[in-house]
């Protein structure tokens, strides 16, 4: 029997275009390719005046939102910008940006960071519609992590209570995005590293997640492959924009396209993470470099055969050789993405973040959905071992 399949993959071009349907009419890709691209998206979409949505951070101490504002600005479209949007969108940020992109007259967004400013500027669509009965206006995101929140129909935010509530509507998914390899550089590493383990996680549970064809199954463990490769990659010379836009495809490629109507969490590692993200202050890339491990690592024990079938063959995809049972395979799984967290120096425990033992019980609760639920105990083991 021969062994696994190491041809290394084909030298794909790392620029182009892509169209799909409605809302999204297009994804632009390529180092660079921001100033072209947004030109174009604007003409198509027919819209006049942008409120450019970002974070503090990137607005203070990069120039990249500056880039953005002086091509939207020589296109005559550029409105005001607005950067008070916090780690895991915040609702009072949502608030002023919606005041921000009324007071300005805008007739549209270009959202430019992390999944924080792309969801909060979902999330202000949306509440626009709801208020002022408005149809959702379009959103043109400029990713500057790998998050992959433009892929998504909905978007997650924290209200007053610190908890974390989301929005879904079709017409919510960008209807223009601009994967820019150039855009990245200044994503801190720790930043730009663990969001590429969110991707990874989008990718892996969308092997075990129900409905999702075989085709966007092979997306997905076309993903894990680049992921695994390009990231420790990307730390050893983070300048390299070949490996960030291969990055950047693979962030797509995880979780784009999917049919799915609604917005919710992927799979038990998602819904932990949402639980853990908004609730004790932890970035949601570092919530996954969390969960994910142990997370596959308990599908070895409560998976459906087919579950982990999907999950054992990404070990072909990655090159490594069958332990000669399911469960041993989706166990090593588990410990290859174990590796890859702790070699991009990501790991890291519920301690570092202080929540208190005493959540376990309530976490697990929540996740699984009901104190009856059979797996609620192995969840809480879960947790325990996070300290």
Not at 1 to 23: I, K, N
Not at 74 to 97: C, L, V
Not at 355 to 367: F, G, M, N, Q, T
Request: proline share 7%; hydrophobic share 40%.
């Amino acid at each position: 029997m021969s062994g696994p399949d190491t041809t290394p993959h084909p030298s794909f071009a790392l620029q182009g275009f892509y169209g799909w349907v409605e809302p999204l009419k297009g994804i632009y890709y390529g180092p660079g390719s921001t100033a072209s691209a947004l030109p174009k998206h604007v003409e198509v979409l027919g819209v006049k005046k942008a409120l450019v949505v970002t974070g503090k951070t990137l607005h203070d101490k990069t120039d990249v939102v500056k880039k953005v504002e002086d091509i939207l600005k020589s296109i005559n479209a550029y409105g005001a910008t607005f950067w008070e949007i916090g780690e895991h969108s915040p609702i009072a940020g949502i608030r002023n940006g919606i005041k921000a992109f009324r007071d300005a007259g805008c007739d549209f967004i270009v959202a430019v960071g992390g999944g924080s400013p792309i969801d909060a500027s979902k999330a202000m669509l949306y509440y626009m519609k709801q208020e002022y009965g408005v149809e959702i206006m379009p959103q043109i995101a400029i990713p500057t992590t790998l998050s992959a929140a433009e892929y998504t129909v909905g978007a997650g935010y924290t209200d007053d209570e610190g908890v974390k509530v989301a929005v879904t509507d079709p017409k919510l998914v960008p209807a223009g995005i601009i994967l820019d390899a150039e855009l990245t550089l200044t994503t801190p590493e720790r930043l730009w590293l663990s969001t590429g383990i969110r991707s990874l996680d989008h990718a892996v549970e969308n092997l075990y997640r129900p409905l999702i064809p075989p085709p966007l199954k092979i997306m997905c463990y076309a993903a894990i492959t680049d992921l695994f490769k390009y990231l420790p990659e990307s730390k050893t010379n983070p300048q390299s924009l070949e490996v960030r836009q291969k990055l950047q495809l693979a962030s797509w490629m995880s979780i784009w396209p999917h049919s799915r109507p609604t917005y919710s969490a992927l799979g038990l590692s998602h819904t932990l993470g949402h639980k853990l993200g908004a609730a004790y202050s932890i970035p949601h890339g570092i919530t996954s470099c969390l969960t994910l491990a142990p997370v596959v690592k308990l599908k070895a024990e409560v998976a459906s055969q087919e579950d982990k079938e999907c999950l054992a063959a990404s070990l072909f995809y990655l090159g490594k050789p069958s332990t000669g049972t399911l469960e041993g395979d989706v166990r090593l799984l588990s410990t290859l993405i174990t590796e890859l967290v702790s070699n991009l120096g990501l790991h890291s425990n519920l301690t570092h973040y202080k929540v208190p033992r005493e959540d376990i019980h309530k976490l697990a609760v929540s996740s699984v959905g009901s104190e009856e639920d059979p797996d609620v105990e192995k969840v809480k083991k879960l947790l325990e071992d996070l300290y």
